[in-house]
């Protein structure tokens, strides 16, 4: 079935891709059910699709758009710096200034590698754990995303019957072509069950190289971890040697300036960041403690790229990153307060048509669930939600031209206004008269 929104020149758009692109889309995650969404323009909270169409945008590139799109920060920067050349592949005065800035801003950080994309430096800070530790063993928590490269791609939205028993779930792969026994060395285990992690380090705790996890999980529901789970992880890897790893692809910069690890309090030995840093702009960054990084300023483990620190990408985060840290009282704040009118008036709405509607999550991102369950803690009360109804819930504000992440995942721009989510309100009012 066609999307019920899709206009004749989308229609045209993906016949034409699909005949020369693979499944006619660039990424997985912009498959559709139906003909996927062809953008022509973007500004601000707003973009147009090709059939001129206007949607108040909640997905912001998956969650780039920390400053809205097309930002005049942002273009200024690129421009500027792309009449100065592209890419040189050699040092830059600029990429200092950055890796100064985020060490100002982020508590882990006191040396920096960039690379492009957040799977990247992801497996940057996989190798670098195993390489700094001489050991093998990671562990990451079903549910959570850190990219599509091999290492990693397992359990993210695993299928329940594979996954089997919650408490000591199997490693699901996510894709074919994984390498046989590319599983032997990841430990997959429920997020924010700290039994779980204790039993696990007790048991194997002198062959674990890392704990990789998102501080606050936003590739599953918006979930901010007991605190009591957070400082686990933290003294658990401290006391038996192993690095914990922070994946701040979707949190850093946005939930706080300096990431999830400022929101909970929790200071990692390495981690993540991508997305909304550059303001759109491909970039990402494994930053840690000096000790640990110093395995890679010492030649001991491999890290490289053509386009690591790409000038106009660090241009751009140059310009974004000096705007998050200068406008922090302002910015924040305000973000903070768009968030939660949004997720209050969504609440309101739900309970004024029986709808049972979850909403949570920092502000700046977060995530509604059709539930009766008062809260989401884990990928197997996720998967317990209403999962059909959320993708009917997706779709019904769509058609009313608002985008969210089709599984009900919201991210907010420092340009939203206090109209455009009345504007919303509204939309989803119809939305959930519909439901
Ligand atoms: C937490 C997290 N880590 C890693 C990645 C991978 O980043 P990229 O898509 O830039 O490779 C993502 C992407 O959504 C993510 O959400």
């Known amino acids: 079935m066609d999307h ?19 499944g006619g889309v660039s990424s997985d995650a912009r498959r559709s059910a139906g003909v996927p969404l062809f953008v022509d323009h973007a500004a601000g909270a707003e973009l ?30 690129v421009a500027a710096q792309a009449r100065r050349g592209v890419a040189y592949a050699a040092q830059h005065e600029l990429e200092a200034e950055v890796a100064e800035r985020l060490c100002a801003m982020v508590p882990c950080a006191e040396l920096v590698r960039f690379n492009s994309v957040g799977s990247e430096a992801v497996h940057g800070a996989i190798r670098l754990a195993r390489g700094h530790t001489g050991r093998t063993v990671i562990i990451k928590f079903e549910g959570n995303y850190h990219g599509w490269l091999d290492p990693v791609l397992y359990s993210v939205h ?68 007991d605190p009591e789970f957070a400082a686990g992880a933290r003294s658990l890897t401290t006391e038996h040697g192993a690095l914990l790893i922070f994946d701040e692809i979707i949190t850093g910069f946005r939930v706080a300036p300096g990431g999830g690890q400022e929101v909970i309090g929790v200071t990692p030995d390495l981690a993540t960041f991508g ?18 990084m110093d395995t890679i300023s010492n030649g001991t483990v491999a890290h490289a790229g053509t386009f690591n620190s790409h000038p106009v990408a660090m241009a751009a ?98 340009a ?16 959930f008269a519909r439901l």
């Open 275 to 292: 997305k909304a840093m550059a303001g759109g702009m491909q970039v990402s960054a494994l930053v840690g403690r000096r000790d640990v």
């Open 416 to 431: 939203h206004t206090e109209a455009q989510v009345a504007e919303t309100l509204d939309v989803a009012e119809a939305a």
């Open 317 to 414: 985060a140059n310009a974004v990153l000096t705007e998050l840290h200068d406008q922090a009282d302002r910015l924040y704040p305000a973000l903070r307060q768009t968030g939660r009118s949004l997720m209050d008036g969504l609440r309101q709405i739900a309970g004024r048509h029986g709808v049972p509607l979850l909403v949570d999550g920092p502000g700046p991102v977060f995530q509604t669930y059709i539930t009766d369950r008062s809260e989401v803690r884990d990928y197997r009360d996720f998967a317990g939600c209403d999962r059909s109804a959320m993708a009917r819930l997706h779709e019904l504000l769509y058609a009313g031209g608002v985008n969210i992440v089709p599984r009900g995942l919201w991210f907010l721009s420092t």
């Open 48 to 77: 147009w699709d090709v059939d001129g169409r206007r949607f108040l945008d909640y997905v912001l590139g998956q969650g780039p758009g920390l400053l809205g799109h097309a930002s005049p920060l942002v273009a200024d920067a």
């Open 158 to 225: 695993p299928d329940l019957a594979a996954a089997g028993d919650a408490r000591h779930p199997a490693a699901v792969g996510g894709s074919a072509g994984l390498p046989p026994n590319g599983a032997a060395d990841l430990i997959v285990l429920p997020y924010n069950d700290l039994d779980a992690l204790a039993e696990i380090f007790a048991d194997r705790g002198d062959t674990i190289a890392a704990v990789i996890m998102e501080p606050i999980l936003c590739n599953t529901g918006c979930i901010t971890p």
């Open 4 to 22: 019920p929104t899709s206009g004749p020149k989308a229609a045209e758009a993906y016949e034409r891709a699909r005949k020369v692109i693979a």
